[in-house]
């Protein structure tokens, strides 16, 4: 019974949907989604891939607009200027998304693309008009350029975002996968002179899913940029924005995750807390944006020293590094104190005629089994203050003075 209920209402859409109802429906739909997206370009007016998508969308809808005035203009013309701005839309969709998801940027593929794709339409339009032709090479352009999208969304390298590009390229596939069914399945296709009805529900039926997957691909399309602009930020929330490492409140919160997983690993954990000599003089000295350059140059060295094993760099504070150290005893932690300290005082960071000389006091601290990670901060801060006490530019370990 539900069978015969959505068949009588195929019917009755096949019957009502000729050609020009379609194409005015479509020139509305797409006008609504490119006002949509314009307006959510106004209140983000710098994002780079929502203006490219947002132009797309307005090419796309002059596409269509230009198709559906075919009564009115010569069918010739109409077609090579629908179908240029068609080609310019997709180009400019894949190049937002080679952007969006930080892929090479292939513009002279692009121009080769769309150069040859309207002056082949534009043969089968001017020189030997042959709709059938046209039709093909259109849904081949189609496929082509939904498959490129594909191919860009899934070999995305950023993991926060990757949710939204494997929806969007479900979308794309989706799309792709219904021009194929076209190209391979439907023998009468509906033109310009005649009707949807011509073509029977099949025709019809593949207009309207046309539709419904346009409207997926633009719902797609936002996901994206909510899930990249969402990804940036929960980076920005996470990380100090002077010197990228993870601010003050991450690194509490990560250390007394990663303090509570070594602890059931029995793998050993340390707290080194590294404070700058004497900074405030760098500043009185070279001003605040030297001193600005001296802590971006410090935290690239404790990236350096750090660089994998799955340790926790931090800036604590104005100029205090957090540092946890994962799978690593005090022997360890000291040698990587010792490297670091080296590093820093060995390496002066660059300024417009200086160079500006910097060392570090560190204090170091090994995790115990029942101490919480704010303890354990605490015992690397008394540490720290001895290696100040005793002179600076030296590393000291918690409750046995300095290395
Ligand atoms: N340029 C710059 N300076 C900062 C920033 N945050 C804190 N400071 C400065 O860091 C200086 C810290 O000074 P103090 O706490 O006296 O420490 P110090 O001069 O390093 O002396 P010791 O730690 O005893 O060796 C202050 O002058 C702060 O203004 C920052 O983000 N940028």
Known sequence: MLAAMICKVCMHATMALDLPTLMIVSVLLSLGIAVGFSLILLLLPRERVLQLWTSSLWLLALALAVVSAQ????????????NTCMALANALLIHGVAIHVGAKRQLRLLALGVGGYVLTISWFALVRPDFDVRLHVFSLASIACDG???FLLLRCPA?????SCRLAALAFAFHGALYLCQLTCL????????SIRHGGMAVAGFYVILLLLILAKCFAMLLLIVERLMAGLRRMARLDGLTGLLNHHTVLGDGRLLLEQAR???CPVTVLLCDLDHFKLINDTWGHQAGDRVLKHVAGLIEDVLAGGGHLASRYGGEEFLLVLLDCDVGQALAVAER???RIGGGPASWPGASIQ???SIGVSLADTDSTFEQIIARADAALYCSKREGRNRASISGRGPA
Do not use: F
């Open 71 to 82: 009564i009115w203009l010569p069918v010739r013309w109409t077609v090579v200027v629908s």
């Open 148 to 150: 490129w999208i594909v």
């Open 159 to 163: 993991l926060d975002i990757r949710r």
């Open 187 to 194: 023998p009468v296709q509906a033109d310009a002179a005649g």
């Open 264 to 266: 059931r690993r029995r």
């Open 340 to 342: 670091l300290r080296r």
């Open 358 to 360: 910097v060392t570090t």
